[in-house]
């Protein structure tokens, strides 16, 4: 009885993990169902299984890569996903025979499910707001310069850095940028 107790515990433990992102979609009380994500014999891509049960509220689940007790499988870089309620499941999906119980499982294939949070990705984006905050003169407020933050004209830079006059030269082939580089590009100069 005590392994059932620990596997409700870390169901409610790995839920309330994600209870803002639950608030972020807008959702009061989610259908969370922790998933092991497997190959099934004869399958070449990865699946979830869904009871029925699960799936007859009529809901969208919420889902994170558990093991089989509802710990998540990658502590250190966990994803929150979302299968988007189908009302054609029983014609989708392939279905596994009746347990004992009478319920049967439906299985997903884990391309389908919907990618919530990223909470690595997160992270990853708050430690890189810390570093440039970080680097700032704290005597006069002014942010130092980074090196590895200047564009190297040798190399391509990002479409977002793109003005609306680099844009003109491209489309009228007219050395007009501001970019000496895509200026010599235009003029067959590289």
Sequence with gaps: MEAVEDKRKNLNDTKAFHKKAFEKE????PLFSPKVFYTPDGKD??????FDSEIKPGMDIYTEYCNSDNVPRYPDSR??????????????????EPASNGHWRYFIPVKELVLVKDYNK???EAKAVTKKISMKDISSEKPLMDLDDLPDPDTDLPIS???????????LNKPCSRK???NDIINNKF
Excluded at 161 to 171: C, F, H, P, Y
């Design 122 to 124: 997160e992270e990853e």
């Design 79 to 96: 994803k929150l996903f979302k299968w988007l309620f189908n009302p054609y499941f029983d014609d989708e999906y392939e279905k596994s």
């Design 26 to 29: 807008g959702v009061e009380n």
């Design 161 to 171: 850095q793109m003005s609306i006059r680099d844009v003109a030269a491209l489309l």
């Design 180 to 182: 000496k580089w895509l």
């Design 45 to 50: 891509e990865l699946f979830i299984a869904i």
